[in-house]
């Protein structure tokens, strides 16, 4: 981060930043490492993540926590 960071305008250097620091092989934690390894076993949550993260419109997803998928990703 540089000292200019404001955190509620994120600059497409501030987004750049965040996903160095988080694909460094250094970088950890139980909730990062549980996440890819749910994402890599379940792949109708990784369908729901990536949906979600590229706008993807193929079909209508419901956000609900009573549909099982959307319950593991929260």
């Known amino acids: 981060m540089h000292a200019e960071f404001d955190a509620t ?3 497409l250097g501030d ?3 965040a996903f160095r620091l988080l694909v460094r092989d250094q970088y950890t934690t139980t909730n990062f490492d ?3 390894k749910n994402l ?3 792949p109708d ?3 729901l993540a990536y949906a979600v993260s ?3 419109e193929d079909e209508k997803r419901t956000l609900s ?3 099982p ?3 593991l990703g929260l």
């Open 54 to 56: 590229f706008g993807v």
């Open 65 to 67: 926590a009573k549909y």
């Open 34 to 36: 549980e996440l890819v």
């Open 69 to 71: 998928v959307v319950s």
């Open 40 to 42: 890599q076993n379940i």
């Open 9 to 11: 305008q994120w600059t």
């Open 15 to 17: 987004v750049n930043w």
């Open 45 to 47: 949550l990784f369908g």
